[in-house]
């Protein structure tokens, strides 16, 4: 069962097994993404280098062509108005240049611009163009050479731009000399580029690729990351361009990716969350499978107590097995069984120690079972069967019962409860084939009896007759002796008689007694009086304390002690004396008869009282069938009686007899009309 | 003659002295212990012993007897005689069972089974 509460070794390795492969996964993402971003090759870069100069040389003829088409545009004249002017230039204007017109100042030589076709360039109108000595420099070789010149320049933007200045004259031809051209000068058809436009930098080059261009030492532009590290001998290419000696340098500049680091973070994280995932699969399906075993355990149980509590009908046999067998199965300690007795209490029949050696006790009332039970409760099962509780199981759950253990509890219980009612069932067989066979004994030595008594006496009557009328001379006295035993037999078989009459007509329709007040201090002497024939020639007196009225029937008081008298002549001897007796306590009438015979054994004192019952020593000393009491003691129930017997003061026996007086008659009327009752239920 | 019933007794020892064939009662008892006392005061020549007794039966009776006498005669006189008292008793060497009820067979019964 430890399976229970644990995963196996494969369960437990299987969460680092499967996040262990997703972590080397992502080891693997990492170098891999990092092999991947490591930046553009020497080729790439060169080609960055090339492409940068061929389009800075590509660009400045272009610009070249583009001054001489604005110089031709305005007859080389920039003397014409503005708006004429712009409008000649803007034609010729494009998206990354500005073409603007210098006019030369009246004042001296300084060509500022005065014309610039949209007004994103309208910044650089004003611009002097001679600022700087280079730049002055630079306008008046151009001047004197009739052709372009360019200077760069730190545009409105702070950024460096290019302006290529080429002379206007005031006519299409320019003069022939440099004095000429010195006097005829009239300002300049200027183009302002960017650098950056200028190299085509800002056509989204590579960004893992520096690329600058430099007039001298002088940066004009660059663009990359990590520009202030530049390689100690970058790809460099030289390039002239409006015949400004420029250099493009490029190198590569991977960037810094974090594809890596990011692959490598989320494979980890996803690896934790797997091993996370497949641990908590792991452990329910353990626990899952876990369950299921302890099911199937539990259903073997079930299925192992059926066969088991077969194995006897002996509930002594069957208890110790099977609570062994539950406790085991379920963790449950000091295990008892309490079987319902037939008053309804409960009776501890079985019980295992618990293991503090108390034993649990046996509950006073009764309530439905939990659903389940937690560790070290008492957990109590009433044991049912056909709707009632035949007993109860009481038990600690060491561990606790989950539901599914709960109802293999009650199923087992279910099963213990069924061979309960088995056991007793077959218990209550056992005592009937008992009792029928102790009946059928019983009427087998009562038929021996009834004939012995009927022989006996017939056998005394038809010798006594026969003698007689064999010898008629014979003297008064025999004669006398021999009709009196003639007519004794005679009266014995009549009670004999009288004693199966009753019998058969209790056994068919039950004894009937009319009850009411009865003068017993009167009735019970007359009655003895007319009985004393049956004592046979024993002394009979009578005790009789007066007016003791109970609520009788006087034909059973006669029967009552009739049946009584008969007996004590039966089993006295012929000399001894009896007394019949009637008192009074608070509540009843006491009628007694008391011989001065052998006596009742103690454990034959109940007993005598049933139907056919004859002791050993009666069945052989005496005269007797065994109906007699058993009568007695039906008439005196019906009498709201008690019948009982004991040591009389004579060393004899007493057989003594209580009824209601008359005065308690309300209490006696209450007692339900006598059904038949059969004689034999009377033990 | 042994019998526990005073009525039997009465009327065997009437009807053996009535027949006066000369048979003699010598002596009576009411149960096995007493017949086994009273034999050995009186000596009969034959014992008419019932069966059905208190304290001690007659077969009990006519054991103890025979065990001291193997030759004493015995008749066994009973209302119940079935095959098996027939078994014990001619097993015990009792001369011979009579069954109660007519009682005029009894002193020819004496005279066959009681004398040589």
Known sequence: MEIRHGLTPYRRAAPALVGGLVAIGAIFGFFATRAASSGPTSAEVQAAASSAASTLAARSEVDSQLLATASASINGDPAEGDARVLARLDRLASNDRTVGVARVTPSGTVPVVVAAPDSSAATIVGTDLAGTADARLVLELARDGDQSAAVVTTGSDGKPVVIDALPLYGTPDPPSDIGGRRSALRGYVVTVTPVAALVGLSTGRDEDIAVRVLDGATVLVAQGRDLSNPPASPVAESVTANGVPFIVQAWATPSPSALPWVVLAVGLALAVAVAVIVYFRERSAAAAQADLVARNEELALIARAGPLLQQSLAMGELLPVFVVEVGAELALDGISVSLATPSGDLEPVFSLATRAGTPTPVPASLVAPPTSVRSGEVVTVPLQRAGRVVGVLQARAVTGLTEPQMETLLGVCALLAAAIGNVRMFQDEQDMVARLRDIDSMKTSFIGSVSHELRTSVTAIQGFAALLEANPGIDAEHRADYLERIARNARSLAALIEDLLDFARFERVGLTVDLHPVDLSDLVPTIVDQLSSVLGGRAVSTVIEPNVTALADPQAIERVLANLLSNASKYTPPDSKVIVGLERTPMEAVLYVDDDGPGIAPDEREKIFELFYRSDSTARTSRGVGIGLALVRQLVVHLNGTIDVEDARGGGARFRVTIPLAEHEEISLQHPEPARTPLGTGG | ?116
């Open chain 2, 1 to 116: 003659m042994v019998d526990d019933e005073s009525d039997m007794r009465v009327l065997l020892e009437a009807v053996i002295e009535t027949a006066n064939e000369g048979l003699r009662v010598v002596g009576n008892a009411t149960n096995g212990m007493e017949a086994i006392e009273r034999w050995r005061e009186t000596g009969p020549d034959v014992i008419l012993l019932d069966q059905q007794m208190p304290q001690m039966s007659g077969l009990e009776a006519a054991a103890a007897i025979l065990a001291e006498k193997p030759d004493q005669r015995i008749i066994l006189h009973s209302a119940f005689l079935d095959a098996d008292t027939h078994r014990k008793a001619s097993e015990l060497g009792i001369r011979a069972c009579v069954p109660k009820g007519d009682m005029t067979r009894i002193p020819e019964a004496l005279w066959r089974f009681g004398t040589d």
